[in-house]
């Protein structure tokens, strides 16, 4: 089993910054790619970032290109997911997740087999 831990998340006015960390324990010999998706109240659970564990390959919802960025660091087994000049609708509940293995695109929620348990942005305006 994979164990996901996110860490980060706050209460920020626009145009702040905020980093969100996750880090991977258990069985993580095994990692594709790690993502980073969002969901607010009443909404679906939408991408936002991705990375490929081999390559450092990156992908990006439209809405935040230019602003947010992800990162890994192999050894830690942790994905961070930088976001700067925060607007309102950031404001949700971030997970990150998990891609043992490279059976679909890193931008599909059905790629992932696990997911860690959250972590709360609030932007103000």
């Known amino acids: 089993q994979v164990q996901l831990v996110e860490s980060g998340g706050g209460l920020v006015q626009a145009g702040d910054s905020l980093k969100l960390s996750c880090a991977a324990s258990?069985?993580?010999?095994?990692?594709?790619?790690m993502g980073w998706f969002r969901q607010a109240p009443g909404k679906e659970r939408e991408f936002v970032a991705a990375?490929?564990?081999?390559?450092?390959?990156?992908y990006y919802a439209d809405f935040v290109k230019g602003r947010f960025t992800i990162s890994r660091d192999n050894a830690k087994n942790t994905v961070y997911l930088q976001m700067s000049s925060l607007k309102p609708e950031d404001t949700a509940a971030y997970y990150c997740?998990?891609?043992?293995?490279?059976?679909?695109?890193?931008?599909?929620?059905?790629?992932?087999?696990?997911w860690g348990q959250g972590t709360q942005v609030t932007v103000s305006s």
């Open positions: 258990g069985r993580t010999f095994s990692v594709y790619g």
């Open positions: 990375i490929r564990w081999s390559g450092g390959y990156t």
């Open positions: 997740a998990l891609a043992p293995r490279g059976l679909g695109s890193l931008l599909f929620r059905r790629s992932y087999d696990y």
